[in-house]
């Protein structure tokens, strides 16, 4: 018999069909091309995306999120006669951002206590004196001439005042008098301590601090806040807009004689030599008048400040609640 011719070598057979290599090899070729035409575009992507880094967003510095307007400023007289008015300063419209950037400045937020030691200069005569304070309400002052046994000591508790040593005998409105010198003279981390305190955190921000009209003094643009509930009576703070530190303070209290009295704070600013921004001191003026210069020697925060060195003593002389 004779045998069929088996077919040509230039097909495969694939599941039973017989397919030509030709058109094999194109299409596994036309495969092989795809995939690294694939790969090759997603390689060039990744290495793209190296080179150029992540998209970002330019974030807005705190100063220019503020809401600001430009208006007249009055300006209010000072002994000296030292104002000199600007020109239309900004005004800052956001109480928490001007916080913001006070507690930024002076790192007040960072402070939990501190003593100052120093000397204060009254009448031709110079005394020594030291401030203490602890977070969040705690304040004592104690000071004696450099050359004399005479000791005076004042104290809040943040209820009670009091005052002890061996000063000489005072009228209930010479003591209150004294003692609301002492809590304006202390209190330099007050408004840090206000914010976020738990008498804001109960009441609101506006229960303890209020944003006023901005105001010039002396030369400073300034952001003007009132403090109140928290210290017996309320504080009325300028704040330099440029550097964001306290640059004067001042308070309507009862006088020696029982009268109103304006006292007035006139801080002299942090020389840099700490990294909390405490005053290096400050004058003190009643109703226009100087009454005292301070000048601090030494700044310490952040000690082991106990609460009991805040109470009244056994032997003092006074005590009031001063509200």
Not at 146 to 157: Q, R
Request: charged share 20%; net charge negative.
């Amino acid at each position: 018999y004779i045998m069929a011719k088996p077919r040509s070598s230039a097909y495969i057979n694939i599941l039973g069909e017989q397919v030509s290599k030709r058109s094999v090899y194109l299409g596994v070729a036309g495969l092989v091309v795809f995939l690294a035409a694939l790969l090759g575009g997603g390689y060039y992507l990744m290495a793209k995306n190296r080179v150029a880094g992540p998209l970002t967003r330019e974030v807005p510095t705190p100063r220019e999120s503020f809401e600001t307007e430009s208006v007249a400023v009055a300006v209010p007289a000072t002994p000296g006669g030292a104002n000199e008015p600007t020109s239309q300063p900004a005004v800052i419209t956001s109480l928490s951002l001007l916080l913001d950037l006070h507690i930024k400045a002076t790192g007040f937020d960072e402070v939990n206590c501190f003593i100052l030691n120093g000397t204060v200069a009254a009448s031709g005569n110079i005394w020594d004196l030291t401030l203490m304070a602890r977070e969040p309400n705690l304040y004592k002052l104690k000071t004696k001439p450099t050359d004399a046994a005479l000791s005076i000591e004042y104290g809040y508790d943040s209820e009670r005042a009091w005052a002890g040593g061996t000063q000489p005998q005072l009228t209930e409105a010479q003591f209150e008098f004294y003692m609301s010198m002492m809590v304006v003279e202390s209190s330099m981390t007050h408004l840090a301590w206000s914010y976020r305190s738990a008498a804001e955190l109960e009441g609101g921000l506006d229960a303890v601090l209020e944003l006023r009209p901005a105001e010039v003094w002396n030369g400073h643009n300034c952001a003007v806040v009132v403090s109140r509930g928290i210290l017996p009576f309320p504080i009325t703070h300028y704040i330099d807009t440029t550097t964001y530190e306290e640059v004067y303070r001042r308070a309507m209290v009862r006088g020696e004689t029982g009268e109103a009295v304006e006292i007035e704070l006139y801080f002299t600013a942090a020389d840099g030599s700490t990294p909390h921004r405490l005053p290096t001191g400050y004058e003190l003026y009643v109703d226009g008048e100087l009454h005292d210069t301070v000048t601090f020697s030494r700044r310490r925060v952040n000690r082991v400040i106990l609460s009991s060195l805040f109470d009244a003593p056994s032997d003092r002389e006074y005590q009031s609640s001063l509200k």
